[in-house]
Nanobody, 130 residues
Framework: QVQLVESGGGSVQAGGSLRLSCVASGNIDSSYGWYCMAWFRQAPGKEREVVAS????????YYVDSVKGRFTASQDNAKDTLFLQMSDLKPEDIAVYYCATRLRWGLPSVCSSGSNYDYWGQGTQVTVSS
């Protein structure tokens, strides 16, 4: 019942920047309508990994070590759009990036695993040339 639409992917040179957007549509309560929102990525031949996740209960954001200091996840005021500002991009960031959301409340740890998410976007390709 929830649709996620991603945009902003593309090709950049190493050291460049991109801003990804993910718009969630549907009748979502802005205060309690979602529990986790996250960006995941999957590089060719590798498993999907979480890049950044937002836990609504504590209004906290988690980043994987490899992107700390370079990537920033944020939301708009209505909390129906998720952004990922990516700076100082590296070839190791090449992947298909997905946004995802979990609507059901639970323990904070559920936000760290992709298997716990309810809805996924179609993915957007990020390519970095060296």
């Amino acid at each position: 019942q929830v649709q996620l639409v991603e945009s902003g992917g593309g090709s950049v040179q190493a050291g460049g920047s991109l801003r990804l957007s993910c718009v969630a549509s549907g009748n979502i309560d802005s205060s309690y309508g979602w529990y986790c929102m996250a960006w995941f990525r999957q590089a060719p031949g590798k498993e999907r990994e979480v890049v950044a996740s937002i836990y609504r209960g504590g209004d906290t954001t988690y980043y994987v070590d490899s992107v700390k200091g370079r990537f920033t996840a944020s939301q708009d005021n209505a909390k129906d759009t998720l952004f990922l500002q990516m700076s100082d991009l590296k070839p190791e960031d090449i992947a298909v990036y997905y946004c995802a959301t979990r609507l059901r409340w639970g323990l904070p740890s559920v936000c760290s695993s992709g298997s716990n998410y309810d809805y996924w976007g179609q993915g957007t390709q990020v390519t970095v040339s060296s």
